[in-house]
């Protein structure tokens, strides 16, 4: 194994190489990385939509109210000569003063019916007081509570005053009559609409304004003192809602120039496009085609509500962009109120913007109320005006040559507007103008299509874009595209429904309602559809069917199971997801579609995706499973037999590798035992009973720091480290949070130290509400109680947990929670903390001897029963109980009869959490209370609080969920276009992960220029620090100055440049446990940290050592069944970036193989030997491991073969424990092991024997070997480390600390290399932690 010299490349190929090595950072594959790592899984908080029209309103009643006395001028206006004359595009004076006034009000009436044609009209012509009254009160006592709207003409009466009067006539046309506007708001009540066409007319509103505000007091003074006088008179209506249009302000005169209609208001008002293009004509700017005279305007051809036609056109343009403007300009809330709620009150409004254009340019200033902010200038009138100057621009033509007519490009030209806006934006910014345009497009065919597509674009923007198009009103629209049978549209709609439905899912009533849920139906349905857009369909119909009865009910006709389960095996994993989902939640508490689901035999279709690549998928798959076994109906055998089967199904998952997983498992089994709820409390008296007797052995000889002898623990109370090493811990996880841990730590009964363990921590706000006795948050059965539990039922007899017989069960899913309820990942352990403290509370108080009322009469609730009431059976005279035929089929061994014969059981003390005193089994108290009540109440009178059969659901609170539905929902209301920030080129992150490359290239660089010259010294201590723990594992971060000392069961971080301690962090495992190994995961990147303790379990680690709080990213059993030993290797693992997997092994028979992208086990390769596994080492190129046994044997395994021959060497030359084998990475590699002899020996892979011996130190605790240098570091028990070349030679001896007086180094504890730098770590016995390097000058 000597130096090679080829590997002493000229510094031109290292230069190449470390091009090369850039690159091989961005390719290689980083682990736990995903959104289910880095967010936490809940849904998005809903945004409050105002979109939808809580009233939305008509106008049902118009009085046309005409003052005109055609041919007599009121005395206080001054008329100019020539003037303006036209009343609703009629010449008075063409014809007998009585005739013209009927024919103006007809043509009024015609011109508001464009508008509104279903209304009722009344004119009222030239009319008195009383006329108007009675008018006025008839329309509102027919329109009850719709609106009503008056419309005054007062051309021929004098102007308003300002009391607040306007004018009539009296019967015989001598005298002007004023009218009180206070008596007008009496007829007309409220909601109601007014115009006002006089002068003046600003006047009237604000009139009626100070009326408004008067009413408004006398309501209250009503209100307050009934005696009052005005509390005796009727109540005056409220004028909250009523809107009024005036044509001027309080001091100007209407126009008067000839060119215009005298009502030039009622003409902007009622027939904008005829006004709009005389005034446009009168202009004096310059036209495309001059000389388009004022009688060519009349001839233009078409009808206004056919958009083909020329004036059909431009009145729809005219719409557009009206509406437009006042979205731009108006509140939201008013734009609703105005232009949504009632159609003719919008299209007034949208005619009332034209007017002010036109009237301020004659001076004159129409008001409304509400207020609105002035639109006269806004830059979409130019749109207008180039709109109908390109069509009067073809009048000419058309009339005279019969041309065709060519279609304004403004629709085109402002969707490319649209797409300008949404592809150059940034994200923080206005709203696009055009999005009201976009809706007035979807009618259209010929820019249907691409309307669509880019307001999906808009939708993908994110949930403010959503509400945004909801709010302009895009709903209605999308909702009739639906009845469309255009193949095209499809996609477009599934993604646009898609993204409303995220954000807002209230529609799902508005779909089925409209039967849109069919258009989904047959997207999904359809095969030829491209995965991704029957995801969405999926996803819409989940939506569909989410607790809502009709929509359950609709899909389940609609054959949705049928179609959901052909797709379950799609290669598209989002779909996948979605399938299950929607089949969880069209059978949740809905009984016909889950019977329809067991005639497909959806459970076991659906087992598949138990075992699928895809975490997300398998905990969708276990969502639907629970909810199928959750369903509250009366079961029958067939369906228990069915609730077996996906219970142990279901148990599979127990050691699955994700925890989004079991945490959905654990709900899942929660649905199973408030469904089978006492065969749960008798299983778990059984359990109680069982561990009081049961002295478990003591699972660990801990070693205490700083001596090596063994101390025998007793399980009871555990240990705690003195408190003050806690205080510098950050929090370490937000479930467990220790600082909080600590003010919580209980005394236990005899007043003794403090308690400390994982059971006593403090939970998040999210286990502990509900914990416990309802009035008291303590936990029944702490976690050294489950633990205990668990760990007695694993030695017992029944361990396997596949191939059960069916009445065992609930022992089995009793024996999983237990098992979750250790889980290393707290949410999960919480959750079944939860379940299993419900089960025991009841199953306590259920147990508890009541006051008996007669002896002679016992009830007894029979377990099996899982309906949820309970059955009970009388039986007559003394006799015991025997327990029921149905009791003796929850476990295999018949219950005993009860051993006092009919006495009365004695009464024991309240049950106390610490399980002490004898729990006797279920069916040996006589039982005055059902299994599901809600626990003890005031009165203990037997039956008095057993009536209510619902009532045990409401303890452990049976719709425990995860919030994994929600959380898969955001993937649609997010962005799905927009580039991923890590692959934007100029993203922060991009550019912090190019800074990380590049340091990671000088780190390899400057350290192997300094390996390459040769290290021929290693003792510079160039750090030394106490470490709060003994430490037990040390860890190099590959490339910051950083290192990872873990102690039993908390990690410490330095900085070994600056010398600074950066973190220090609980681990969470359990006392009796330690941690025995840590990886760097993605050391390149983004650094993780993996800790492996001596019972299996894996935690991974976040946010350490940078200010942060730690965070645990997740957490999962490695190994099952390891008994923590002192002896034993503990837990070894060996991580592979470049493949993701992750080689895990120790005081187990077998070497695990977990695939870290899929999160699950993929290969278990056994080691074919008896004794446990020290030491592993990959390489990934081969496909080889190679492992270092307690037996001394070394063994190489290729895993890519079968389980039984994938050993393809064992080396039997080393007679001991073999403390390190090492795997070399180049593709001739040897296998370097050494044994606590201190015998080096070298392997070739291909020879049976090994090629080179070397002996070094012997009693060796520590090894490592550098992976570059070719260094060896051996750690003795006789503190002292002896650091050898690849001959062999010693290099350097340490045996003192510097500094310090010279003292001696502690026995070696653990050692370890630094990958890239010749940096060695130290840890000993006497908590110091020491760095020791090569010589000065090389570095």
């Known amino acids: 194994m000597k130096m090679d010299s080829e590997l002493l490349l000229s510094p031109a190929v290292c230069l190449a190489e470390e091009e090369e090595a850039d690159m091989s950072d961005w390719n290689l594959p980083l682990a736990f990385m995903k959104k289910r790592h880095s967010e936490k899984i809940e849904g998005s908080k809903a945004l409050a939509q105002s979109w939808r029209m809580k009233d939305r309103m008509k106008t049902v009643s118009v009085a046309l109210v005409l003052c005109l006395n055609v041919g007599v001028d009121p005395p206080d206006v001054v008329k100019t000569s020539p003037c303006a004359r036209l009343e609703c595009w009629i010449d008075p004076l063409s014809m007998s003063p009585q005739k013209a006034l009927e024919t103006i009000g007809a043509n009024l009436q015609k011109q508001y019916e464009n508008w509104q044609p279903r209304a009722r009209y009344k004119q009222s012509l030239d009319p008195t007081v009383d006329e108007v009254k009675k008018l006025c009160t008839s329309l509102r006592r027919n329109a009850k509570e719709e609106r009503v709207l008056f419309h005054y003409n007062g051309h021929g009466v004098p102007r308003p005053t300002v009391n607040g009067e306007i004018w009539v006539f009296n019967k015989n046309y001598t005298q002007y009559i004023p009218l009180s506007v206070y008596d007008l708001q009496t007829w007309m009540g409220s909601p109601s609409i007014f115009v006002y066409d006089c002068s003046n007319a600003g006047i009237i509103v604000k009139s009626f304004k100070q009326f408004a505000l008067q009413r408004e007091q006398e309501l209250e003074v009503a209100a307050i003192n009934p005696n009052h006088p005005l509390a005796q008179m009727p109540l005056p209506p409220s004028m909250k809602n009523c809107i009024q249009l005036a044509a001027c302000e309080a001091s100007e005169l209407l126009p008067m120039n000839p060119d215009l209609p005298a009502d030039l208001f009622t003409s902007c008002l009622t027939t904008p496009i005829k006004i709009a293009l005389r005034w446009f004509c009168m202009q004096k700017s310059a036209k495309l085609v001059p000389g388009v005279t004022l009688d060519l305007i009349e001839k233009i051809p078409g009808r206004l509500n056919d958009r083909r036609t020329p004036l059909g056109e431009l009145n729809w343009i005219f719409t ?37 254009r036109i009237m301020r340019s004659y001076n004159c200033t129409p008001v409304s109320s509400p207020r609105l902010p002035p639109t006269y200038m806004h830059a979409m009138w130019q749109a207008w005006d180039l709109a109908v100057d390109i069509c009067l621009s ?36 206005n709203p696009p103008e055009q999005l009201p345009i976009v809706l007035q497009v979807l009618l259209s065919q010929v820019h249907r299509l691409r309307a669509l597509d880019l307001l999906g674009r808009f939708l993908d923007l994110g949930p403010w874009a959503v509400s945004l198009a909801l709010s302009v009103g895009i709903f209605p629209y999308v909702l009739k595209l639906l009845q469309s049978s255009a193949r095209e549209l499809r996609p477009l709609l599934v993604f646009i429904w898609a993204k409303i439905l995220a954000v807002d899912s209230s529609c799902q009533a508005d779909l089925v309602k409209d039967n849109g849920h069919k258009y989904f139906l047959s997207v999904l349905a359809d095969p030829y559809m491209p995965a991704e857009h029957r995801t969405m369909a999926v996803f819409i119909l989940a939506v569909i069917v989410n607790s809502y009865t009709t929509g359950q009910e609709a899909c389940l006709q609609g054959n949705l199971i049928a179609i959901c389960l052909e797709q379950l095996s799609d290669p598209h994993p989002l779909l996948r997801q979605w399938v299950a989902i929607c089949l969880g939640r069209i059978w949740q508490n809905f009984d016909s579609a889950r019977w329809c689901g067991v005639r497909d035999s959806a459970h076991e279709k659906l087992y598949s995706l138990l075992s699928d690549p895809i975490p997300e998928v398998r905990c969708a798959a276990v969502f639907a499973l629970g909810t199928f076994v959750g369903n509250s109906a009366e079961r029958t055998d067939h369906s228990t037999t069915i609730d077996h089967n996906v219970a142990m199904m279901l148990a599979q998952l127990i050691n699955d590798g994700s925890p989004v997983v079991r945490k959905e498992l654990v709900v899942a089994l929660s649905h199973l035992v408030v469904q089978y709820e006492s065969n749960f409390c008798t299983v778990a008296l059984q359990f109680m009973e069982e561990e009081k007797n049961y002295a478990v052995p003591s699972p660990a000889n801990t070693l205490e720091p700083g001596n090596l002898t063994p101390v025998r623990d007793s399980p009871a109370i555990p240990r705690l480290r003195s408190v003050n090493s806690y205080t510098n811990i950050r929090a370490a996880t937000t479930a467990r949070n220790l600082n909080k841990s600590l003010q919580n730590l209980n005394l236990n009964e005899e007043g003794g130290p403090v308690a400390f363990s994982p059971g006593n921590l403090s939970t998040s706000s999210s286990a502990s509400s509900t914990l416990g006795s309802p009035d008291n948050d303590e936990y029944i059965l702490s976690f050294e109680t489950i633990d205990k539990m668990r760990r007695v039922s694993s030695y017992s007899s029944l361990n396997s947990l596949i191939g059960v017989s069916f009445n065992s069960v609930y022992t089995q899913i ?13 949410e999960v352990s919480d959750l079944a903390m939860k379940v299993l403290n419900s089960i025991a509370y009841k199953a306590t108080i259920n147990a508890r001897p009541q006051r008996i009322l007669d002896s002679g009469s016992l009830t007894q609730s029979a377990p099996a029963s899982p309906t949820s009431k309970g059955a009970h059976i009388h039986q007559a005279g003394g006799s015991p109980p025997m327990p029921s035929a149905s009791s003796s089929s929850l476990t295999n061994e018949v219950p005993k009869p009860p051993t006092r014969g009919g006495e009365q059981p004695p009464t024991r003390p309240p049950y106390t959490p610490t399980l002490g005193g004898q729990a006797p089994h279920s069916h040996q108290f006589p039982r005055t209370r059902k299994m599901f009540d809600k626990g003890p109440s005031g009165s203990e009178q037997a039956g008095d609080d057993a009536d209510d059969p619902g009532g045990h659901k409401a303890y452990m609170n049976a719709n425990l969920s995860t919030g994994l539905c929600d959380w898969s929902a955001k993937y649609f209301a997010q962005p799905v276009m927009k580039i991923p920030e890590e692959h934007d080129v100029e993203s922060q992150v991009r550019k912090e992960r190019e800074w990380r490359f590049l340091r990671n290239a000088r780190v390899r660089k400057q350290s192997q220029r300094i390996t390459q010259r040769g290290v021929t010294r290693l003792d510079d201590q160039i750090f030394i620090n106490r470490n709060p723990g003994v430490p037990s594992v040390v860890k190099f971060h590959p490339f910051n100055p950083c290192i990872a000392v873990a102690d039993k069961d908390s990690i410490c971080f330095w900085d070994w440049e600056k010398a600074e301690r950066l973190d220090y962090f609980y681990n969470g495992n359990p006392r009796y446990t330690r941690i025995t190994a840590m990886e760097y995961l993605n050391g390149h990147d983004y650094s993780l940290l993996l800790t492996a303790t001596d019972d299996g379990a894996l935690r991974i680690w976040k946010n350490f050592a940078d200010q942060r709080n730690p965070e645990m990213v997740t957490a999962w059993q490695g190994l099952s069944d390891m008994l923590p030993t002192t002896r034993g290797a503990g837990m070894v693992v060996d991580w592979e970036q470049e493949t993701g997997l992750l080689m895990t092994s120790g005081d187990v028979r077998v070497i695990r193989i977990w695939d870290t992208e899929r999160e699950m086990k993929v290969q278990d ?14 390489d990934s190129q081969r496909s080889l491991i190679a492992a270092g046994l307690g037996d001394g044997s070394v063994r190489l395994y290729d895993r890519r073969m079968g389980a039984n021959e994938c050993r393809v060497m064992t080396y039997r030359e080393h007679s001991s424990w073999v403390v390190k084998a090492h795997l070399q990475k180049q593709t001739d590699g040897k296998i370097i092991s050494v044994s606590v002899d ?47 070349n690849s001959n062999g030679d010693v290099i350097s001896n340490i045996k003192y600390y510097d500094g310090f007086m010279g003292q001696r180094i502690g026995a070696i504890s653990c050692l370890a290399f630094h990958p890239y730098w010749p940096h060695l770590a130290v840890g000993s016995n006497d908590y110091y932690m020491s760095i020791y390097s090569a010589e000065k000058r090389l570095r």
């Open 1238 to 1284: 201190g015998d080096v020996r070298f392997f070739e892979l291909r020879s049976p024997d090994s090629v080179n011996v070397l002996q070094t130190v012997k009693g060796l605790t520590a090894l490592d070997i550098h992976p570059q240098a070719n260094l060896f570091a051996c750690g003795s028990m006789n503190q002292f480390i002896a650091v050898y």
């Open 814 to 826: 009793w024996r999983v929670l237990l098992h979750l309820a250790a889980d290393p990942f707290p």
């Open 1165 to 1178: 390769i056994p080691t074919g030997a008896d004794s446990c596994v020290t030491s592993l080492s990959c």
């Open 320 to 356: 557009a962009i009206t509406d437009t403007i006042a979205w731009n300009v108006l509140p939201r809330d008013l734009f609703q109120k105005l232009f949504r709620q009632d159609l003719l009150v919008a299209s007034l409004f949208r005619n009332f913007l034209l007017a002010e």
């Open 394 to 429: 073809q009048l000419p033509t058309i009339i005279e040559e019969g041309t065709a007519f060519r279609h304004s490009p403004f629709f085109a030209e402002q969707l490319t507007a649209f797409q300008v806006w949404l592809t150059m934006g940034v994200e923080n910014r």
